[in-house]
């Protein structure tokens, strides 16, 4: 092997380990075509206007109809790891009574809060039961097939 064909192969390998350490990228929610969302003119649009532009939102507020939100977010995920979001942009839209534009706000990744989860159960009534229990808990409860003298609405003598 010569020299040239050595060094020729130690690139290569060094391109390929290195293209190996590269970030696979996606992109998750909106994206934008024509127009981004911060372009809406507070006053002057209206919801007709703003679903011609931006198209239907991502969400739209839970308890109200007048705020709607573009939500788009990157994550960057590295070799066997978990993807990690890199970049996250929530346009939050508000609409006035009669349906133009009252405010627009940009949030990013670092608007956002961490929220702790709670690890308590909630207490049901009732006891566990063992899985001996459980199987033998319903022998001896179903019910006997029913004969034409049953009459409906009347409770069988036992």
């Avoid at 994206?31 to 981004?36: L, M």
């Amino acid at each position: 092997m010569t020299k040239a064909a050595a060094r020729l192969a130690v690139f290569t390998a060094v391109a390929a380990l290195a293209s190996a350490c590269a970030p696979i990228v996606g992109s998750h929610g909106f994206q934008t075509v024509d127009v981004a969302p911060a372009e809406i003119q507070v006053g002057e649009d209206t919801k007709s206007t703003v679903l011609a532009q931006l198209g239907s939102p991502s969400a739209t507020s839970t308890f109200e109809d007048n705020i709607w939100y573009y939500i788009s977010q990157t994550t960057e995920r590295y070799t066997y790891n978990r993807p990690q979001v890199s970049q996250r942009s929530v346009t939050a839209i508000t609409f006035a009574e009669d349906d133009k534009v009252a405010e627009v706000r940009t949030l990013g990744l670092e608007d956002g809060q961490q929220v702790a989860m709670n690890d308590r159960e909630t207490p049901t009534r009732g006891r566990e039961l063992t899985v001996i229990e459980q199987l033998l808990g319903n022998v001896g409860r179903g019910q006997l097939p029913r004969t034409d003298e049953d009459v409906p609405g009347q409770r069988r003598p036992d």
